[in-house]
């Protein structure tokens, strides 16, 4: 079983929807949590961290649930520029270079 | 202000061949990293360096060493490549630990035949 696992998709969807993607981790050491965006062929940029409590950084929310392993991003109003791979990062923070990452999850947003 | 700056961007090597991918950066980070990106799949750890000076193993080092030749430098060897090794390389820096952002370089492409 991978340690961060997403569902790679593809999500289709028109303009304007909802979307919401969900990672879910295995090590439960893990402590600090991202999701970065990638464009094709492009390298990782952050998108936002993900806090306990949950944040929201204008059309985009990210919550976590530690008693269930997972973390979820929600994108709202979706725009065309929304395409891209999403990438669900996990942390082991007592181990200062492990970084595991998803494999992602690929939206595409159509007009 | 580059960031992290990756050369060379595209590499094709032929089996056995040595290479090294250089890595730069600018924004006085402690930490550097070297990611791999095989096709359709996320970024793993091949190598990092929590500071100037240390180096440690990630989750896929065979086959790969690596320098950390001052603060902004973290140079990425083949001594011989194979074509398993055919992939996106990132390197990455954050300010300390991943629990900061990481920045990463446009990449490099390496094909190995």
């Known amino acids: 079983r991978k340690e961060v696992e997403q569902d790679p998709g593809p999500f289709n969807v028109p303009e304007g929807a909802t979307v919401a993607f969900n990672c879910t981790y295995s090590?439960?050491?893990?402590?600090?949590f991202f999701w970065y965006r990638q464009d094709c062929r492009k390298e990782p940029k952050l998108l936002m961290s993900?806090?306990?409590s949950g944040n929201e950084d204008g059309r985009f929310t990210a919550q976590l649930n530690r008693a269930s392993q997972y973390i979820s991003l929600l994108i709202r109003d979706s725009k065309l520029s929304d395409s891209a791979t999403y990438l669900c990062?996990?942390?082991?923070?007592?181990?200062?270079?492990?970084?595991?990452f998803g494999d992602g999850t690929t939206l595409t947003v159509k007009p | 202000n580059a960031g992290v700056t990756q050369t060379p961007k595209f590499q094709v090597l032929k089996t056995g061949q040595s290479m090294t991918l250089q890595c730069a950066q600018d924004?006085?980070?402690?930490?550097m990293y070297w990611y791999r990106q095989d096709p359709g799949m996320g970024l793993r750890l091949i190598y990092y360096?929590?500071?100037?000076?240390?180096?440690d193993k990630g989750e896929v080092p065979n086959g790969y060493n690596v320098s950390r030749l001052n603060k902004r430098e973290f140079s990425l060897r083949l001594e011989s490549a194979a074509p398993s090794q055919t992939s996106v390389y990132f390197c990455?820096?954050?300010?300390?630990?991943?629990?900061?952002?990481?920045?990463f370089g446009p990449g490099t492409r390496l094909l190995v035949l």
């Open positions: 990455a820096s954050s300010l300390r630990t991943t629990k900061e952002t990481q920045y």
């Open positions: 090590n439960s050491a893990s402590q600090s």
């Open positions: 993900v806090y306990s």
């Open positions: 990062v996990v942390n082991d923070d007592t181990n200062a270079g492990k970084s595991t």
């Open positions: 924004m006085n980070h402690n930490s």
């Open positions: 360096s929590a500071s100037e000076g240390t180096t």
